[in-house]
């Protein structure tokens, strides 16, 4: 089973994010005694309590203190069994991985950090209205290392609209040399209700052309896999080894239960998401109300998100578990489109897996949705 807890606190609001966040810190007692709460409410929620891995995201968890944080785990550790070897990651800004902040994490058991580092050039962290320099970057990921913790991702956005692909090697290799595991990598996508959406629909921004985007793609890829990193899933590369496990299960289609405002679980049946706003979270929760929509998964649903995690990872979809499914439902598979993919190099057979390859990895959801259920 896995755990996912959504911190949804900022320091500063990021003018590309879209997640569920506040910047407001004074309602962060309430929400984490309500985390805490929570964490007892849901403990039900799948068949074992038995974690192999934990993920802190958000927002910020590196916001939390860590008397805050000592609270969480005390209450994990309360109802469930962690694992011995679980994965236990923390998002974490530059800033807040003081050596100090970093003992205390390691002492809790977080032996995964995934830091926004976003980029080493200081014109796009100002861009992005990030809250850390470059220097504040490396330190982190060196502090992190000299205390022992030797599994560490960052986070890099290619496609800022004044960028060259020179700038995004000079940030690929940047990354590189810090001597990190694990590399996400994602092309700065702008939603329409964050500060560049805003910014975009005025025309004080403008979009990079998408042929500029596809061209950081590739590049991105082809620079990350010389240097020895392998693309597990779109936007991801990781060392051997090293590959995110909390992450893998989502693709991988594992059930795990979310805890926050915001956050999705998933028992295979169904999928539930908590509210997306503090005030109301919190106040159900003490009341001991989960306050979550639920949603029933039929086969049709199942199969979609199947094909829709699976394309996107180099395992690929395995193909005779996906005929076993369109044949329960009596649906015909769907042999014509994934010929085709096969036939214009979008995709490749191997050992009766579908894997996307080259221009197929760029387009993988619009390949997905070809084949996917279409309700009546």
């Known amino acids: 089973m896995h755990l ?49 891995t934990i993920y802190f995201g958000g927002g910020t968890p590196s916001t939390l203190s860590p008397d805050e944080l000592s609270a969480i785990f005390k209450a994990i550790h309360k109802h469930f069994e962690v694992l011995k070897g679980a994965e236990i990651t923390l998002e974490a800004n530059p800033e807040d991985l003081t050596p100090e902040y970093l003992l205390v994490l390691k002492e809790l058991g977080v032996n995964r950090l995934s830091i926004g580092i976003q980029s080493f050039h200081g014109s796009n962290l100002t861009f992005m209205n990030r809250n850390h320099d470059v220097t504040q970057a490396r330190k982190s990921i060196q502090d992190a290392q000299a205390i022992g913790l030797s599994n560490i991702s960052i986070d890099i956005i290619y496609g800022i609209p004044s960028n060259d692909l020179d700038m995004l090697e000079q940030d690929l290799a940047a990354a590189v040399a810090t001597g990190v595991q694990h ?14 959406g805003h910014q975009l629909k005025k025309g004080i921004l403008q979009e990079t052309p998408e042929q500029h985007m596809a061209a950081a793609f590739e590049f991105t890829h082809q620079y990350l896999e010389k240097q020895g990193f392998t693309a597990y899933e779109t936007s991801n590369f990781a060392r051997t080894g090293f590959e995110s496990q909390h992450n893998s299960s989502y693709w991988k289609q594992e059930s795990y239960l979310g805890i926050g405002p915001a956050a999705h679980s998933f028992n295979q049946t169904t999928r539930q998401w908590n509210v997306a706003n503090n005030a109301t979270y919190v106040k159900q929760i003490a009341s001991g109300i989960i306050p979550a929509e639920v949603e029933e998964l039929s086969p049709e649903n199942q199969i979609n998100e199947y094909i829709m995690t699976q394309l996107r990872t180099h395992w690929g979809i395995d193909l005779n578990y996906l005929r076993e499914r369109f044949a329960a439902i009596e649906i015909p598979f769907p042999e014509k489109e994934i010929v085709s993919w096969v036939s214009s190099g979008y995709a490749m057979m191997e050992n009766n897996r579908l894997k996307l390859v080259g221009q197929g990895k760029l387009i993988a959801d619009g390949l997905a949705a070809e084949i996917f259920i279409v309700g009546e």
Do not use: M, W
Not at 14 to 30: E, I, Q
């Open 4 to 52: 996912y807890l959504h911190i949804p606190f900022c320091h500063q609001a990021c003018h590309y994010c879209d997640f569920h966040f506040s910047t407001r810190l004074s309602g962060k007692a309430a929400l984490v005694e309500a985390l805490i709460k929570e964490i007892e409410l849901q403990k039900d929620y799948l068949n074992t309590r038995e974690l192999s």
């Open 183 to 196: 590399i996400s990598a994602y092309s700065l996508t702008i939603e329409p209700k964050t500060v560049f």
